[in-house]
């Protein structure tokens, strides 16, 4: 099993770096993530991120994009709540690369 | 020896003799390991040293096992032939490794082959051996389970599927700055009815907005259907019959029932390939009263028709073109993409080899949901790597959902610094929106399109 080190700690990620456990997960482990993609987080990032992790608590599944994009647009104002802004913020997709930064299983199927 | 083997080998070799077709017999007993598929496979090219990825190889892995139970030179005598049985699980963990691992049922070394083998065909055959016994990856299981459960690959409630495309209709009235403009869902006597890849209503509905406004600027009699709208089928990567024929029925029900002239499927490989060329056979069915064809073929034919015009400058950028397995060596479709591509960009390149010589993206055969053979796979994806390179192009355009993601993993990967895109994505964006030519138009002028692509993945 793959694994990654942030702050002295060991964490087991799968073979696309998805976090295997997702309850283990942390801020930092977010923003260790995207500086591995030469990304720095902004707030923009972090809204996508928490709102990822607050339904998958809830609901144990990633949102739709549809679901992602009206909640956004409810919380933080319609030119927030569209698809190409989601891809702007996160050029390799959401479902993917947003995901993947919280702690999110990888998604399954044709992706 | 029978008494010593486990249950689930036991019913591998009992099913092995119910799945074997004339084609499948054929391609087991003609191999004359001459050896010509050694260098058709980009998982040799990428592994020179290891003669366990070479074709011939993994064929005898299953041929073996032919042999040794439905073949009579085997029985007369099997030290010549190399006739093996399964006795253990973890011999059929090994096979699994072979058969889901170490091919992407791509197929070009079929096509390589003077004997005329078709190893694709059959390592399909040995998967599905195994999935009867409930030996498969897991994220093959997975989504096969959703599309015999939930019917769509992706687990889709109906309602979610119907308010996204609600969600995008409402985005085409206001790109279109036209009220009137529709998603229809479920019109009956359409003359084109529409499906897709689940992938673009749960994680990426651009496509389906770029495609509506397509129809939309060529006054397309269309619909979408509200159920068997998933056109892909994961039976053509888990070798499960049972599931293709569901999968392909539930489809084809759909558009009888609304009567559609025309069965669309949106741009993907496997999908075009299980539900036009497989789907009929697996669902034990003749398709007489619809056609069926590729959105690619739509989009050619409504330019040519002037339904739609285009304007190449709105796509700058260097382009090549990605053939994929399924859409080019298995269903023939190798230049009406090209055309269209050309008709709405400046500047293609060709990437060499091409057509049906093309070289798998390394996410065929359901590669993209096995994570466990991640590795091999971005090992083997030198030779894509390698060809992409060298075509000086920065955008790689394919027509397959499949190849999007095997092609973004690898550009990562191997850091070439390149975009993919889709042909729908680029016709939308090329789009001229003249309120004459577009039927049933209100005279209005639309919105500025973006000037950004719209449907472009930067790994």
């Not at chain 2, 390394?362 to 060809?387: C, F, H, N, V, W």
Request: aromatic share 8%; hydrophobic share 35%.
């Amino acid at each position: 099993m793959p694994t990654m080190e942030f702050e002295g700690k060991t964490y087991e990620v799968d073979e696309e770096g998805y976090l295997m456990d997702w309850s283990l997960w942390n801020e930092g482990i977010a923003a260790e993530m995207a500086k591995q993609d030469n990304l720095e987080l902004s707030d923009a990032h972090w809204e996508v991120i928490r709102f990822l992790r607050d339904y998958f608590e809830k609901y144990q599944i990633a949102p739709m994009i549809k679901i992602l994009t009206k909640e956004l647009a409810k919380k933080y104002g319609k030119e927030k709540g569209n698809t190409k802004y989601l891809y702007e913020l996160y050029p390799a997709g959401p479902a993917k690369q947003a995901c993947r930064y919280a702690g999110l299983p990888k998604p399954t199927g044709c992706v | 020896m029978s008494s010593e083997r486990s249950h689930k080998a036991e019913k591998v070799i009992e099913r092995m003799g119910k799945k074997l077709t004339r084609q499948i017999v054929g391609s087991l007993a003609a191999c004359v390991h001459c050896g010509m598929c050694t260098d058709s496979c980009h998982y040799v090219l990428a592994n020179p040293d290891d003669p366990t990825y070479a074709p011939a190889y993994k064929a005898d892995r299953i041929r073996k096992l032919f042999k040794s139970h439905y073949d009579w030179t085997g029985k007369v005598f099997p030290w010549w032939v190399g006739a093996k049985s399964v006795y253990t699980d973890k011999d059929l963990e090994e096979l699994k490794d072979t058969v889901f691992g170490k091919c992407t049922n791509c197929r070009r070394c079929s096509i390589n082959c003077p004997m005329g083998v078709d190893l694709a065909t059959f390592n399909r055959m040995a998967r599905g051996l195994l999935v009867h016994v409930g030996i498969m990856p897991e994220g093959i299981a997975h989504v096969a389970k959703e599309q015999w459960e939930i019917g769509n690959q992706m687990g889709i409630l109906r309602e979610d599927y119907l308010e996204t495309i609600e969600w995008q209709e409402e985005e085409l009235q206001e790109e279109m700055n036209d009220p009137a403009a529709k998603i229809p869902v479920d019109r009956m006597d359409a003359n084109i009815v529409y499906t897709i890849n689940p992938r673009e209503v749960k994680h990426d509905p651009r496509s389906i907005l770029d495609a509506a406004k397509i129809f939309y600027a060529a006054g397309e009699d269309w619909t979408m259907p509200g159920e068997g709208w998933d056109m892909t089928n994961f039976a053509l990567f888990n070798g499960d019959d049972d599931l293709g024929g569901a999968v392909a029925n539930r489809i084809y029900d759909k558009i009888e029932e609304l009567r559609g002239k025309r069965l669309v499927i949106s741009e993907c490989g496997h999908g075009y390939r299980s539900t036009r060329c497989e789907g009929p056979n697996w669902g034990k069915r003749d398709i007489n009263d619809f056609e069926i064809e590729s959105s690619v073929i739509t989009m050619l034919r409504y330019i040519k028709e002037g339904k739609i015009k285009v304007d190449k400058s709105k796509n700058p950028g260097i382009y090549t073109f990605h053939d994929s397995c399924n859409n080019a060596r298995s269903c023939g479709m190798t230049e009406e993409p090209r055309e269209l591509l050309s008709l709405v960009v400046k500047d293609f390149r060709e990437m060499y080899p091409n057509r049906a010589e093309n070289y798998c993206c390394t996410g065929g055969g359901g590669a993209m949901s096995m994570p466990e053979y991640r590795e091999r796979r971005l090992k083997s994806g030198k030779i894509k790597a390698d060809q992409l390179n060298a075509t000086g192009a920065n955008i790689v355009v394919t027509s397959c959902h499949n190849c999007v993601d095997g092609l973004a993993d690898l550009i990562g990967h191997y850091k070439l610094g390149m975009k993919v895109t889709q042909l729908v994505n680029l016709v939308a964006n090329a789009l001229v929106l003249d309120r004459k030519s577009i039927g049933g138009g209100n005279g209005k002028k639309p919105a500025e399109a973006n000037p950004a692509l719209s449907g472009i993945i930067t790994p």
